[in-house]
Structures are given as structure tokens and as C-alpha cells.
């Protein structure tokens, strides 16, 4: 996925993200893993670059969008309990009364 170039080119604007970006420190998946080397992909890129270079934008969208992908699978997962109380909404321990 690494992108060569000879001369870099500039990119329009700087790319990187003023949020905070999470890396595992321990991969636990396959998209952690892919996420720590993403992230450790564009870093180097940067340092070697600075953020004008379009492949260091690249690099940083890809860190993003393994951010993105990972934050969607983890609030994808349902507990067991979850699952339950969607196949039996009337059973008594999903009832939810509020005051």
C-alpha cells in the first residue's frame, strides 16, 4: 500500500488530525496489527516528509480509517444479555422501568 515516489509532492493542505489518535500498544486483532503498523508508517513518513507530501496525507487517512473501522466493530459487539433481551423483549429481566 506504500506509495514511492522519486520527488514528493506537495500536498493542498496539512493532513494530520488534531484528534488524538489511539494506537494499541498490545495488538489483540488483526486490526490492531494493521492499525500500530499504519500508524507507525505514517509517522515515519512525516518525520521524513513533514505533512506538505501527499503520500504522508495518504498515510494519515489510512491511520484514520483503521480508527474508524475499529471504533465500528467494538460498538458493534453486543453482550449475550443484549442479544437476549432483542430476541425476548417481554422477558422480565429486559424489562426497563424508569422513574
Same mark, same amino acid.
Given at each position: 500500500?506504500?506509495?514511492?515516489?522519486?520527488?514528493?509532492?506537495?500536498?493542498?493542505?496539512?493532513?494530520?488530525?488534531?484528534?488524538?489518535?489511539?494506537?494499541?500498544?498490545?495488538?489483540?486483532?488483526?486490526?490492531?496489527?494493521?492499525?500500530?503498523?499504519?500508524? /507507525?508508517?505514517?509517522?515515519?513518513?512525516?518525520?521524513?516528509?513533514?505533512?506538505?507530501?501527499?503520500?504522508?496525507?495518504?498515510?494519515?487517512?489510512?491511520?484514520? /480509517?483503521?480508527?474508524?473501522?475499529?471504533?465500528?466493530?467494538?460498538?458493534?459487539?453486543?453482550?449475550?444479555?443484549?442479544?437476549?433481551?432483542?430476541?425476548?423483549?417481554?422477558?422480565?429481566?429486559?424489562?426497563?422501568?424508569?422513574?
Amino acid at each position: 500500500m506504500a506509495h514511492t515516489t522519486t520527488a514528493p509532492r506537495t500536498a493542498a493542505r496539512s493532513h494530520r488530525s488534531t484528534r488524538e489518535t489511539v494506537i494499541p500498544t498490545q495488538p489483540s486483532s488483526t486490526l490492531d496489527t494493521a492499525l500500530l503498523v499504519a500508524f /507507525e508508517h505514517a509517522r515515519r513518513l512525516t518525520d521524513i516528509y513533514g505533512t506538505t507530501v501527499i503520500d504522508v496525507a495518504i498515510a494519515w487517512e489510512t491511520v484514520e /480509517e483503521l480508527q474508524t473501522a475499529k471504533t465500528r466493530q467494538q460498538a458493534s459487539k453486543k453482550s449475550a444479555f443484549a442479544r437476549y433481551c432483542e430476541a425476548n423483549p417481554d422477558a422480565p429481566e429486559c424489562r426497563i422501568y424508569e422513574d
